[in-house]
């Protein structure tokens, strides 16, 4: 894992709160745009090139993470979740309340089992009765140094498994914002208009690519994301079988349909552009989540999209698993299908 990639995995981003990690993706997006702009939802716009089409790249900053909603007397701390978050993967995670006032550490807490009577252990665990202990001595303590809606993260975490098998924090989506910084890196003498924008609130209803998507209005748009691997036991190749290390995946459907339904020759394209650069692919079929590309295919008169995603383990969780080669295989094919979008009529 490079020291990019470490860095923008770590970065604070909640839902409506991405300043850290915009901040990170103007400064590089800098580096490589002929121009740069953030629009009132506080998504990142930099266009690169001029004449032809117009081709957007999405990649959501936003990750998820919990929000503070109340203090109780005696110092701990309530909280909801924002984003898609199993109630189950919670309890004794170490978390970050991004005060104004500085970074507090914490610790989600669960009446112990040792106490539990024998209905509670039947019953499943919800964050509604968890709680953050900042180690408080009171309710006025606490808020010296917390307020009520103050954003929570997971503790950052990042680093190498083994050989290329990293994990982190956040790699949904901080993966496709590496891939997007790489991507226009790599992209020179397009004859098009690229716009790469790094986009807010998807975790919470895909609102950054929405707006972004309808200004822009493009020819054409990508949205790099990450998608579910299925190579852990418990997952049967039925319910998913993308594997880490066998290159990006290229999706087809989201959410069964009520995400985006790739156009049919949007997804030849797509494919017949990984088999001549002889780039490894693999196809997904999503019957749970969705991405950018739900939103930005339908804005306006409806606009021609595509995805490209990094297979990653325990998604939505405190910690994710991914193969930097899959991350290799997106940005190849990514910048691919840009040059052939800008040349096709």
Do not use: W
Request: charged letters at 30%; glycine letters at 12%; one cysteine or more.
């Amino acid at each position: 894992m490079d020291s990019l990639l470490k860095k923008i995995m770590d970065a604070a981003g909640v839902s409506g709160y991405e300043g850290e990690i915009a901040g990170i993706m103007k400064q590089e997006l800098k580096k490589t745009a002929d121009d740069i702009s953030t629009d009132a939802f506080g998504n990142i716009i930099a266009r690169k090139g001029k004449g032809g089409k117009k081709i957007m790249i999405a990649a959501h900053m936003d990750e998820i993470g919990l929000m503070v909603k109340h203090v109780s007397k005696d110092g701990f701390i309530s909280f909801i979740k924002l984003g898609g978050i199993d109630d189950r993967v919670l309890p004794a995670q170490r978390v970050v309340i991004k005060s104004k006032k500085g970074d507090v550490p914490g610790i989600i807490g669960t009446k112990p089992p040792h106490l539990l009577r024998e209905e509670e252990r039947k019953q499943p665990l919800k964050y509604e009765n968890m709680f953050i202990d900042i180690g408080a001595s009171g309710k006025d303590d606490a808020l010296k140094r917390i307020e009520i809606s103050d954003p929570i993260v997971f503790e950052p975490n990042s680093g190498v498994l083994n050989g290329k098998l990293c994990y982190g924090r956040s790699p949904d989506n901080r993966v496709g914002c590496y891939i997007l910084l790489k991507m226009m890196e790599r992209l020179k003498g397009v004859k098009a208009e690229v716009y790469a924008v790094a986009t807010t609130q998807e975790e919470v209803g895909l609102k950054g690519a929405r707006v972004s998507s309808f200004k822009i209005d493009p020819d054409f748009a990508l949205a790099v994301d990450t998608t579910v691997a299925g190579d852990t036991p418990g997952v049967t190749e039925r319910e998913a079988d993308l594997k880490l290390g066998a290159g990006a995946a290229i999706t087809i459907i989201e959410a069964a349909g009520r995400g985006l339904l790739v156009n049919g020759a949007v997804k030849e394209m797509f494919l017949d552009t990984a088999r001549k650069n002889k780039i490894k692919f693999q196809i997904d079929v999503v019957e749970g989540g969705m991405t950018d590309g739900a939103i930005i295919a339908m804005n306006r008169d409806g606009i021609l999209t595509g995805v490209i995603a990094v297979p990653c383990r325990y998604i939505h969780s405190p910690t994710g698993v991914f193969h930097l080669d899959d991350i290799e295989s997106a940005i190849e094919l990514g910048v691919k299908v840009v040059e052939r979008v800008a040349k096709d009529k």
